[in-house]
């Protein structure tokens, strides 16, 4: 049978979401293990004042490309960006390059969403839903379509507690959602959400689950393929470890602990962290790609890419290997020495927060205004308790994926296949994975060089010695203060410094004795 390599060789790839994290890696590992890819068509829009190929020319010199650049120096000339803006009208490409596409395009890989957990109903709806089905009509009118890829998550599902590779009943039917929503005013929207979403935690997973029916109602018409990924975190090994350039899910919080900010958060010890690296995902995602083109499915296939059920890790282990790693490798300029704790237990946690955030913030505060600055602390606390808020939901509870298709589909897959796009996640060591997540987070996201380690480490010393002697006053002035008000502490006092007294000169007369 024909190898992946050899079934891109030639091949029209139209990928949307390429600038986004999981989009480049796909970019990426296509052009570097499928050279022989013909196009890859990028669904890009204008942003921050750049031209879309002003965003795609910048991103192609991003260090993630550096292998390819290696490889192929003129590996851009593959790349072509098609102007797009995914909430619009047909998608708003123009009408040349939608001939363009119609006429050319073979393979399509849908990853573009929004992913904030706390987005307005009405535009997740639009961008994960209805933009779904535009691109679904557009691929219906492709001459030489072989498969539809939709990224959709494995929390699509999360109000159940066992989660099958099927697509389940949509809460409610998506084109009556959009119907109805269309003439209600924003505000009347926001109320109504909580009781649409029901028992989902945010938008976010709604309408992904909403996409997935989109999606599955076309199956007649298309070969269809709906990948399911866990946690997403950094590259486990390509195209070097550790790859990562963002703060979503898990990312801000290692960073937020590695930084000293983050003490406290609500997350169960023992429930699976079901991370899976970027690399794996995107290895899944290509070869499913193959396999739904290859073989044609009747129906479309749904894989659960997800690490728990075969490699578990447990919240609690995360949260030992990212402070030791942080540790051997700090961040720079850290506000307090890294000592994040999780906990389930809710009054412990607000105990914490208080203590151990808010305080330190008021403190360090308090200093900025008396130093002429601006203060800022309370406001970072207030965006990053916002932040894990949105994340507890995921940390405190553990869910069951079945990934049958996972496992059908690397029994599909040649030895050579089964190394070149690996998603054999047993062979995922963790220990070693957190922690070139964690330098990753540092050398990637933050862009601070590995060679301020040295200093890094001073400054944490610096910090220790600060504490210590913050602790050392505190405890004095508490015990002055204790001393001038109470008789009995007075008491306790002079019998401590008595004995302490005693012993002292018994030791000494001892070892006069024995000299
Ligand atoms: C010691 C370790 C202990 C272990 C415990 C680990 C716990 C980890 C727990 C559980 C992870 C589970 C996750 C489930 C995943 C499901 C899977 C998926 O399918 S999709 C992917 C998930 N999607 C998201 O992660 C979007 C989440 N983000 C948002 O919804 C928004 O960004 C939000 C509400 C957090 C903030 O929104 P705004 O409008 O206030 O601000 P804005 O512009 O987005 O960001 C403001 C600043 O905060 C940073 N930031 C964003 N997210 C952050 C975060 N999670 N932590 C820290 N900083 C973050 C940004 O980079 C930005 O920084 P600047 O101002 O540019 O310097
Ligand atoms: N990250 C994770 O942990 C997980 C992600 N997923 C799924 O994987 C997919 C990719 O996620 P990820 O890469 O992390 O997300 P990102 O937020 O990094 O990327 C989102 C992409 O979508 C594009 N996009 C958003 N809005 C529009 C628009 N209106 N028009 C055109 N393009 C748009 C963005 O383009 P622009 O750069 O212009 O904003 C960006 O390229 C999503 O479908 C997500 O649901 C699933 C499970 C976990």
Sequence with gaps: MVSIADYYAGKNVLITGATGFMGKVLVEKLLRSCPEVQTLYLLVRAKAGQSMQERVSDMMKCKLFDRVREDNPDFHQKIVPISSELTQPALAISPEDVERLTSCVNIIFHCAATIRFDEPLKHALQLNVMATQQLLNLAQQMHHLQAFIHI?????????????????????????????????????????????????????????????????????????????????????QEP??????????????????????????????????????????????????????????KAALVYNCT???????????????????????????????PNANIT?????????????????????????????????????????????????????????????????????????????????????NWPEYIENYCIGTKKYVLNEDMSDIPAARQHLRKLRNIRYTFNTLLLVFIWRVFIARSQMARNIWYFVVSLCFKFLSYFRASSTLTN
């Design 344 to 428: 389930s237990n809710y009054l412990m946690n607000q105990y914490w927060i208080l203590v151990s955030h808010k305080f330190p913030a008021l403190i360090y505060d308090l200093y900025l205004r008396l130093s002429g600055q601006k203060p800022q602390m309370m406001r970072i606390f207030n965006r990053l308790h916002k932040a894990i808020g949105l994340l507890e939901y995921f940390s405190s509870q553990d869910w069951e994926w079945n990934s049958e298709n996972m496992n059908m589909l690397m029994s599909h897959l040649s030895p050579e296949d089964r190394k070149t796009f690996n998603f054999d996640v047993r062979q995922l």
């Design 240 to 297: 070097f470890p550790g790859w990562i350039d963002n703060f979503n899910g898990p990312s801000g919080v290692f960073i937020a602990a590695g930084k000293g900010i983050l003490r406290t958060m609500r997350a169960n010890n023992d429930a699976v962290a079901d991370l899976i690296p970027v690399d794996m995902v995107i290895n899944l995602t290509l070869a499913a790609g193959w396999y739904t083109a290859v073989h044609r499915p």
């Design 152 to 236: 959709s998550t494995a929390y699509a599902n999360c109000n159940r507690r066992h989660i099958d590779e099927i697509i389940y009943p949509p809460p409610v039917e998506p084109k009556k959602l959009i119907d109805s929503l269309e003439w209600m005013e924003d505000s009347i929207v926001r109320d109504i959400t909580p009781r649409l979403i029901g028992d989902r935690p945010n938008t976010y997973t709604y309408t992904k689950a909403l996409a997935e029916c989109v999606v599955q109602k076309e199956s007649s018409k298309l070969s269809i393929g709906i990948i399911r990924p866990s946690i997403v975190g950094a590259s486990w």
């Design 307 to 337: 690490t728990g059920g075969i490699n578990p890790f447990h919240w609690g282990e995360i949260e030992h290997h990212v402070m030791s790693s942080f540790k051997r490798n700090p961040l720079e300029q850290a506000f307090r020495r």
